[in-house]
């Protein structure tokens, strides 16, 4: 096993790779963190490429040899930005030099392991490929309709009802003030469907009867599996307050299903989030390649942080 340090690659604020880092520390293993968006006011890069990739990249408090790094944590860095001083072209211009040097670096790191690549990451977090991928893999996909058809919507709705709607990614969305908004998961009543669902894709899925929800969070060849109570609708995230946790053992035929779509993502880390109904059947609603869990209780996300802190400190080895 490499002695070199552990890179964790994500913004300031994150509390999720702070408690592994946190354990990292705890562990001695080295860290150097690092966010892209400090590039290039607070990263400095001097790489030569001959055959493969060596020097340093280095932030304001640690530097690191890009041969020497064992692992990477790739989690939820800020985007690329240009130099202060710099907009419209220009700005534009440096940034997306910015992605694909510093970024192609970060992401061809010589023999380090990676927990996720940032491609599988990207490639991961495409609704239409993670429906498609989860039946395949076993698991049980509700009815979903992926449209920008304002009569194909309603046909649905009234086929499937109720009938939730879900947007495809986690966008920032921002009011006329610049208040941060949420595009929550939703109801849809066909009645209130409008042109609006032309102007882009939406996606449209039969309501899960759902009884509790379930958090899946896979890591390596350790699958925690958290039984959620206490939602109030039809997103948990919006009632933080009122929910329970317990750890339960994973059913046999979901574990299975969790392998294979890691395996075929290429996922070294997933957290999958279903509903479960009365019958206990696990519906699938989605996989985030890179979910939270440090939120859970400790007695719940400190098995998961030591997971993630095996999986870097011995590069993927069997722990």
């Known amino acids: 096993m490499t002695a ?85 072209q220009d700005a534009r211009w440096c940034v997306q030099e910015a992605r694909h040097g510093l970024g192609g670096v970060l992401a061809a790191l010589p023999g380090a392991h990676y927990v996720n690549h940032p491609w599988r990451n990207r490639d991961a977090e495409y609704k239409p490929a993670q429906l498609a991928l989860a039946g395949r893999c076993g698991f049980e996909v509700p009815p979903t309709l992926l449209t920008n058809d304002l009569e194909d919507a309603r046909r649905f709705a009234r086929e499937y009802g109720p009938v939730v709607y879900k947007p495809l990614r986690a966008t920032d969305y921002h009011d006329d003030t610049g208040r941060a908004l949420t595009v ?49 609708g039809l997103d948990w995230r919006r009632h933080y307050d009122a929910l329970s946790y317990s750890l339960i ?33 696990a519906w699938w609603y989605e996989c985030n390649p890179n979910g939270q869990y440090a939120w859970f209780p400790s007695a719940i996300s400190m098995p998961i942080v030591s997971a993630v802190a095996d999986q870097l400190q011995h590069a993927g080895e069997p722990t």
Do not use: C
């Not at 032309?198 to 958090?215: I, N, W, Y």
């Open 4 to 88: 070199g340090p552990v890179l964790v690659v994500s913004r300031v604020d994150d509390v999720t790779a702070d408690v592994v880092v946190e354990e990292l520390n705890r562990r001695r293993v080295p860290v150097v963190r690092l966010d892209p968006g400090d590039f290039p006011e607070a990263v400095g890069v001097s790489v030569r490429a001959d055959g493969g990739l060596s020097g340093t990249v280095a932030t304001e408090s640690r530097s690191m040899e890009v041969a020497a790094v064992r692992s990477v944590y790739w989690r939820r860095p800020r985007p690329y930005t240009a130099a202060v001083g710099l907009a419209g």
């Open 249 to 281: 053992d994973t059913p046999s035929a979901l574990e299975k299903a969790v392998r294979a779509y890691m395996d075929a993502a290429g996922l070294v880390f997933g957290a999958f989030d279903l509903g479960l109904d009365a019958d206990g059947r």
């Open 184 to 232: 929550w998961v939703d109801e849809v009543d066909p009645a209130e469907l409008h042109e609006g669902v032309g102007t882009t894709m939406h996606l449209f899925q039969r309501r899960v009867p759902s009884v509790a929800d379930l958090r899946v969070t896979a890591v390596g060849e350790k699958i925690f599996t958290v039984r959620i109570d206490g939602s109030r």
